[in-house]
């Protein structure tokens, strides 16, 4: 019984069915003679007769009519493994990631979009928290993000510089009122830049969206620290590009994944696309200019 395989119980049950040595080598594109030494083969390996020979042709004995449904168990499984191989083909499942604000409309979504059109089986949550989600709890697969993650069993790869500058309104003016994001964790390096230009010394304007903020400088609501890349885009004036004590405002841009993931074929693709998508995106990241 050990020496059995796939092939043999392949011609098992095409001589069964077809009841013939000529049909069952058909049926397989084999030889006639091939079939019956490998049935005989068959026979003596697991001992016990399959089949009564006559001039009619084949016919099942009860051992090998008792092995019949267990030999069409397999071969509906060797099926089901062939169109779960080919559905594999395509990229399919779910990949949850978490994004910096700011890249999501520029960057995450256009990486996606072929990836999306070209796999209907895939399935990505995209989702934005000024806190950085919890890899380790696995409430992400990938991340991007700006600070870089404590220990653990994770992959971070960096990906580009995000430079920021301060600015204000486009027609030149430079209101007193400050632009910032609310005391909340995950902004702290930004509400330090705003610090540092005097945000603490005088009125503020706090919105915890970064739309909004680039939309009340707009309007002359106040001046804020801001990403190069989207405050140029909006038109804005940029007042200061460094700190008032020197220093260039800038943060990294990482890749993270749990390192139990990176095997994953759903979860590489949709980093691959997101790390391409960010890498060509660089220069604008960095200093705003057109590439």
Do not use: C
Request: hydrophobic letters at 45%; charged letters at 20%; glycine letters at 8%.
């Amino acid at each position: 019984m050990e020496r059995l395989n796939w092939d043999d119980i392949r011609l098992f049950l095409a001589l069964a069915r077809d009841g013939t040595l000529s049909g069952a080598a058909r049926s397989l594109g084999v030889g006639v003679a091939t079939i019956s030494r490998r049935i005989d083969r068959i026979e003596h390996a697991i001992g016990l007769p399959l089949f009564l020979r006559s001039q009619q042709g084949y016919a099942l004995t009860d051992q090998g009519a008792a092995l019949l449904p267990r030999a069409e168990r397999m071969e509906l499984a060797a099926h089901e493994m062939r169109l779960e191989a080919a559905l594999q083909v395509d990229i399919r499942g779910k990949v949850r990631v978490a994004s910096i604000e700011s890249l999501i409309t520029p960057i995450v979504i256009p990486a996606l979009a072929p990836l999306l059109q070209a796999n209907p089986g895939l399935e990505v949550e995209v989702m934005y928290s000024p806190v950085a989600v919890n890899l380790h709890r696995h409430d992400a697969d990938l991340a991007l993000r700006m600070v870089v993650p404590d220990g653990g069993n994770l992959l971070v790869r960096r990906l580009a510089t995000m430079g920021f500058g301060l600015y204000g309104p486009a027609d030149g003016t430079r209101p007193d009122r400050h632009v910032t994001w609310p005391d909340l964790a995950g902004v702290d390096t930004l509400l330090a830049w705003s610090k540092a230009f005097g945000a603490e010394n005088g009125s503020r304007f706090s919105v915890n969206s970064l739309e909004a903020l680039l939309e009340a400088v707009q309007r002359g609501i106040g001046i804020g620290v801001l990403p190069h890349f989207l405050a140029r885009q909006a038109g804005l004036r940029l007042i200061a590009d460094e700190l008032p004590q020197g220093g260039k405002m800038e943060r990294p841009v990482l890749l993270a994944t749990h390192a139990e993931l990176a095997a994953s074929r759903r979860v590489r693709a949709v980093a691959d696309a997101i790390a391409e998508q960010v890498i060509g995106f660089r220069r604008q990241l960095e200093t705003g200019a057109t590439a």
